[in-house]
T-cell receptor
């Protein structure tokens, strides 16, 4: 069974800092890995998807990397803003059960002005 | 496009009552999923439907049934609700796995917050 762990569980930083959120997974035979953002009381919004053949993906101030051999992914947020405050979830797709995602418990990020 | 929509947004049930959670997507996606999210835990898969007319169990299917009514709609039914089913339920969909980033990206609805007393 794929297990996904996210560290830290919570993070509070001042505006402008560069951040790294960590995600580890136990089964390196993943098909892809997705990072999501969840605002309180809301659904999940996909931020980045990295295919197993890729090393990283970038979107604006966000950069996600994937290292299958070590079972790790990181989400880098540059120049953080208060609007980045949310819970960030990573999810691994093994590909065996079509589209099924294995989620971590999330990192709750607070960026204060 | 409305994306993935879910009804109702909130629901309170008494133990033993039944209800159906509705999900619809207007993106012409083939695969749909039901997850539940409990406090302090990641989302867990309840059931999924790889295509119209097919459904399969996920990690936590006990106490639930599903129906893939057509390509757009995927409903989740609780036949006899229990307090352990108090949770936030999310529906999701993807176009098709295996064809690239755009088709593999999973889209989620806003969730249904269910309380069973």
């Amino acid at each position: 069974k794929q297990e996904v762990t996210q560290i830290p569980a919570a993070l509070s930083v001042p505006e402008g800092e560069n951040l790294v959120l960590n995600c580890s997974f136990t089964d390196s035979a993943i098909y892809n890995l997705q990072w999501f953002r969840q605002d309180p009381g809301k659904g999940l919004t996909s931020l980045l998807l990295i295919q197993s053949s890729q090393r990283e993906q970038t979107s604006g101030r966000l950069n996600a990397s994937l290292d299958k051999s070590s079972g790790r992914s990181t989400l880098y947020i540059a120049a953080s803003q208060p609007g980045d405050s949310a819970t960030y979830l990573c999810a691994a797709n093994r590909g065996s059960t079509l589209g099924r995602l294995y989620f971590g418990r999330g990192t709750q990020l607070t960026v204060w002005p | 496009n409305a994306g993935v929509t879910q009804t109702p947004k909130f629901q309170v049930l008494k133990t033993g009552q039944s209800m159906t959670l509705q999900c619809a997507q207007d993106m012409n996606h083939n695969s749909m999923y039901w997850y539940r999210q409990d406090p302090g835990m990641g989302l867990r898969l309840i059931y999924y439907s790889a295509s119209e007319g097919t459904t399969d169990k996920g990690e936590v299917p006990n106490g639930y049934n599903v129906s893939r009514l057509n390509k757009r709609e995927f409903s989740l039914r609780l036949e006899s609700a229990a307090p352990s089913q108090t949770s936030v339920y999310f529906c999701a969909s993807i176009e098709a796995q295996g064809q690239g980033v755009l088709t593999d990206t999973q889209y989620f609805g806003p969730g249904t917050r269910l309380t069973v007393l």
